[in-house]
């Protein structure tokens, strides 16, 4: 049975041989093979981001700028209250009291001066040339204001106003639901 493995094996080996620029055809396999793995790991690391992003780590990472913190914020919203029934078209505008605010590490030194006075001061500790965050505060969102077709109805209107808190911890005050067109 063995024998007849061998003779088989390299029967295949001699028809591959007889194939004209083999080396090329092999090569340009193996580049494809090594080309779908790489784009495939890209894509996958992407999409983990992605799905990740509900994380508040990683949404502090991706949307550092608050305006884009904002855009992501409104159209997480937008995708949740559209699906709720009656809800219709939906638009969210949210505005900021402040933005992000980052809190560094920093070393006071204290000299004494020849006359006897003290000067103190601050420096922010650098890492590998970065300066060391100790930690990120989001920013404090001012209003919500959300334009729904549906929000004529009252049982719409609170099912909108639960969501909202549920997702961003916010006041009833600062949120404003209006009916749309």
Known sequence: ????????FKM???????I??????????????????????????????????????????????SMEYV?????????????????GDVEIAITLEKGFEYIYATEEEIKTTSNGSTITSQTIV??????????????????IVVIASGADDTFVKMNILSIIQTVIEIDNSKINIISGK
């Open 126 to 143: 650098m890492v590998d040339g970065q300066p060391l965050l100790l930690e990120e505060i989001y920013p404090i969102i001012k209003g």
């Open 71 to 87: 855009a992501f914020l409104e159209n997480k919203l937008e995708n949740v209250i559209t699906k709720v029934k009656g809800a």
């Open 12 to 18: 295949f080996l001699d028809k591959i041989k007889k």
């Open 20 to 65: 004209k620029h083999f080396e090329i055809y092999l090569a340009v396999g193996l580049a494809l093979v090594v080309g779908i793995i790489y784009f495939s790991l890209i894509s996958s690391n992407k999409n983990t981001g992605a799905s990740s992003s509900t994380n508040d780590d990683n949404i502090s990472q991706e949307y550092s700028n």
């Open 1 to 8: 049975m063995m024998d007849n493995f061998k003779t088989k």
